[in-house]
């Protein structure tokens, strides 16, 4: 991409998702970045503003094994910059936390406990796929612990009811930060050094002589259309970003989980677990929820991917409560702690998957339209290369050419 760091910039950003708002953070911190020459405006679709779909309701996990080997080499790095830049730890819950394969069954629950598969209404069953980047307070009994493999910090699940433990990563390789704080902080501090936020609804591009030249609009408060004229648009729209790029190949994939706040009493140490629990009520079901526990005593937990439809608008997302009882039953059966908690939060969100494997798709399309630049398709580890994609990206605008890794495998013009 031809790009000069002397020439005015009018970049429109579409989604204030993790790729659109640390892409703003990261354009704002460019060395050649001017407010006085760059302007940046994100547009994001929800009423409600930034991370409102996955961005906001995903678990927030941030790995070195996380896939692709591209970006994870650029984002953890850049995660452990933003935090001690930013005091990340207080502002958005950075942390390093264990992580292992928890496998065992679950306890028998009153009779009207619902356990059902986790699969939400409408759907058909899709795995997460995020273990694919891996190679591989009661009366506690340390020998038995020990033969089990439970750190002895694992006290929130049931010894009696786990048959084993398993680390998947080495200490050090696996953090989190909670979503939507995250998303927000960065939008926060992009609008610090003059990034503007738009809550409004992006309907077509402009494209010109094979360039693009804006985005046209809808604002949310007032319903009134604009064209906002642009010299470089980034789609980050997630799962809908195909309703601006017809020919991309994304799809989506629905997941529910759930939030959890534990007694103030209970200790809930900083492990995420992926689970296998054989289910005692329903003989030869087993259920794999994944539980992130955080600070604050707050416990997140989901379930597995369903193949819903998406809708028209990310505030327009069906939430399915039988699935979000579901996934409580089974992760409070194997805790004794998380049964005797609250939960606060049901939710669903869809995440953009890149139908022909692979991906995610990011980087320049002059094939479409000079200035067009894609970053969508992440999964479920958007939130864990949102700072690796945004720094190339930002590199992209400001220097014409990516410098900090090569993404050629990523590049549009490998998938449409």
């Given at each position: 991409?031809n ?5 005015p910039k ?6 204030a ?23 940046i ?5 929800s ?24 970006l ?60 694919f ?14 033969r ?8 929130w ?10 680390p ?17 902080s960065?939008m ?22 094979g ?14 259309r ?24 994304i ?36 259920v ?38 579901s996934?409580?039953?089974?992760v ?24 022909t ?18 970053a969508?398709?992440h999964?479920?580890?958007?939130i864990?290369?949102?700072p ?5 990206l ?15 495998k ?7």
């Amino acid at each position: 991409m031809n790009s000069s760091t002397d020439s005015p910039k009018e970049i429109v950003i579409i989604g204030a998702g993790i790729i659109g708002c640390s892409t703003a953070y990261q354009l704002t911190r460019h060395p050649s970045f001017s407010a006085a020459t760059t302007t940046i405006k994100v547009i994001e679709a929800s009423k409600h503003g930034p991370a409102q779909g996955a961005s906001g309701k995903a678990g927030g996990l941030v790995a070195k094994w996380a896939y692709p080997k591209e970006l994870v080499s650029i984002s953890f790095a850049e995660h452990v910059k933003l935090a001690k830049e930013h005091n990340g730890q207080v502002r958005w819950g950075w942390r390093y936390v264990g992580c292992g394969s928890w496998e065992g069954k679950g306890a028998i629950l009153p009779e009207d406990a619902d356990f059902g598969d986790g699969v939400g209404a409408g759907g058909r069953r899709k795995s997460l796929e995020k273990t694919f980047g891996l190679e591989g307070g009661r009366k506690s009994d340390p020998v038995s612990r020990k033969r089990k493999g439970l750190p002895d910090d694992l006290l929130w699940v049931d010894e009696s009811l786990t048959h084993s433990y398993s680390p998947m990563a080495a200490h050090g390789d696996t953090a989190q930060v909670h979503p939507f704080l995250f998303t927000n902080s960065m939008m926060d501090l992009a609008i610090e050094k003059g990034a503007e936020l738009i809550l409004g609804r992006a309907t077509s591009l402009n494209i010109s002589d094979g360039k693009v030249t804006g985005v046209d609009i809808i604002y949310n408060d007032s319903g009134k259309r604009e064209t906002l004229s642009a010299t470089h648009v980034i789609l980050a729209a997630g799962a809908w970003s195909p309703s601006l790029l017809p020919s991309l190949p994304i799809s989506s994939t629905r997941a529910h989980s759930i939030t959890i706040h534990a007694q103030p009493s209970v200790d809930i140490a900083p492990y995420v677990l992926f689970t296998e629990i054989a289910l005692p009520e329903r003989r030869g079901l087993t259920v794999s929820p994944e539980i992130y526990a955080r600070p604050g005593n707050e416990i997140y937990a989901c379930g597995p991917g369903d193949d819903s439809l998406l809708p028209k608008n990310v505030d327009d997302v069906i939430l399915d409560e039988v699935a979000c009882e579901s996934i409580w039953n089974h992760v409070s059966s194997i805790s004794p702690e998380l049964r005797a908690g609250t939960v606060d939060k049901r939710q669903a969100c869809f995440l953009p998957i890149v139908e022909t494997g692979g991906g995610p798709i990011v980087g320049a399309a002059p094939h479409i339209a000079q200035g067009l630049i894609i970053a969508t398709g992440h999964t479920c580890w958007g939130i864990s290369n949102a700072p690796g994609t945004a720094k190339a990206l930002s590199e992209l605008v400001m220097d014409g050419h990516i410098q900090c890794a090569n993404l050629r495998k990523l590049e549009p013009s490998n998938y449409l």
